[in-house]
């Protein structure tokens, strides 16, 4: 599988009047797991869909491999690039299979079935998440996390260069949480993917992430790695925290101290 | 449930209308055996001389099939436009009529009545029907088509709206119709009565092809039902999709109406039941809501022609039939997920 380098210049979005992200400079290399952190309403998720090429920049661009996303055809990207939800809902009783498959609906030619390799994949992908007794289950049936396991599996189906995953352990229990960030690594790692995800744990994004962004206010407060950007006087700017980062043996601990006024 | 077996319940579905088909052409005020009616059948396919009574032979071609086939093609189109609508508004109380095209056809049909229109000769009613049903979608789409998005909350408040407006219209033109009021209430509540072959090409024009193409993107609606959002992330280009779906989910049920009047229930309630059945996947749930719809109207359309000794309007009698199956399988299927 080749690798994809997403990367914005000049970046700027407003909805209406509002700024969002004012002028926002970052490249996102192949091979590493990026996390993306910053109090609610900076900005994160416009970020992400910006370089899924759902939003159009409002000044500068989000580009995949040097071409802006919303130039591709919408069913190429599709292969380059897959977005995990925050919130996916369906009314729809599809089961937790049937909707992992629709991970594959970009690599399937119309009115063609599922290859082997799609249903493979698919099967895999229940399997890394834990979800093979829930396999024909109704997705809407299942608990919160449940749901949001079979998403990241959808994600992972999708199989694309480039993962983009819009806080994909928030109602996931820790057992799952870990299991979901290991493989990002790994698949970060072994296969030079290209992942991006917005967390708000820092303590995950500090023991998964080799690159970490903090965004405050549309703009970076911080690029780089843990140790640069995960620093008490960050934390303290950027979510108006008092925190502490201690070294432990399992790696860096953030432990949060008290709210500023 | 599995490809084979659902393609075993669209087999039974399809087997079941056509059996329905020739019991019907064999039923009313003279009686045709359904030997007969295979016989007349495939005498006209083969060209061949007669070998049934001339009048038997009339009754059946002439007088019962178009509008057998109006039934069917009209409960065929209503379903699989309630499915697509379903998908589409992400709605499971979508049906044909969200969008207000059913309030503009019956607005435009109790105009043409009110003023006597006859400039296109019997077929002004259903053409001032389709009219105002088109006019109508066009004008939701303007309302809420200004992101390029087609957002279904929108969509669906703008059919609201519209429909509320129409609505109010179409109680003013009955205020003012007097004594042809009656004309415009039985309209408005559906016949097949004295269709013509011309009604049954109508409305196969209209509902067949607009099948074939909501079947195209029938897996690109699956991946929209999981919200716009994820359906791009899939290669999905959800708002031309959905604009294409919605023009043609609503022109199809408009010729229906146009052909009909305004049949409730078959598009809401059929694709409900077909989801029970057979599942969510609109690959096999298109198909097997049209045939279901079929069914359903051909049902209720043959019990008020030849059995019930009064004509009683049609969309009465397709929720009387349709409601209680459709109980019946709601419950069993509360059950079993308890279960």
Redesign the interface.
Known sequence: MDSATLAVTSLSFGYGPTPVLRGLDLVFEPGLVHGIVGPNGCGKSTLL?LL???LPPGRGNAALDGVPSREYP??????R???V?QQ???????TVF??VL??R??HIP?FARPRAKDLDIAEKSLAIMDLGHLRDR?LA?LSGGERQRAMVARGLA?DTPAL?LDEPTASMDIRHALKTMSELGRLAREKGRTVIAVLHDLNLAARFCDRITMLAQGAAHASGSVEQTLTPANIEAVFRVRAGVLDTETGPAVIYAQELP | MTAVSRATAISILACSLAGLVILAAGMGFIPVSPGEVAAVLTDRLREAAATVDPLKASVVMDVRLPRILCALLVGFGLAVSGAVFQ?LL???LADPFTLGVSSGAAFGAALSLLLGLAFAGPATLPLMAFIGATATLLAVIAMSGRDGELNPANLILAGVIVSAILSAGLSFIKYLADERVSVIVFWLMGSFTARTWTDAALAACAVLPGFLACL?FA?DL??M???T??A??????AGRVRLFLLVTASLMSAVCVAVSGVIGFVGLIIPHLM?LVI???NRWLLPASGLGGAILLLSADTLTRAVLPQEVPIGVLTALIGGPVFCHLFARSRRT?RG
């Not at chain 2, 791009?232 to 280009?237: E, F, R, T």
């Open positions: 869909g899924a090429g759902h919408a069913s190429r990207l599709a292969r690039l897959a977005l939800e996916p809902a369906s009314d729809f009783p599809f049937e909707t629709m991970g609906h970009p119309r109704v049936d999708q983009l | 998908g992400l709605n499971p195209f897996r699956n991946v039902g999981l919200g959002r994820s791009k992330s899939l290669g999905v280009d989801r599942g969510p996947d997920r």
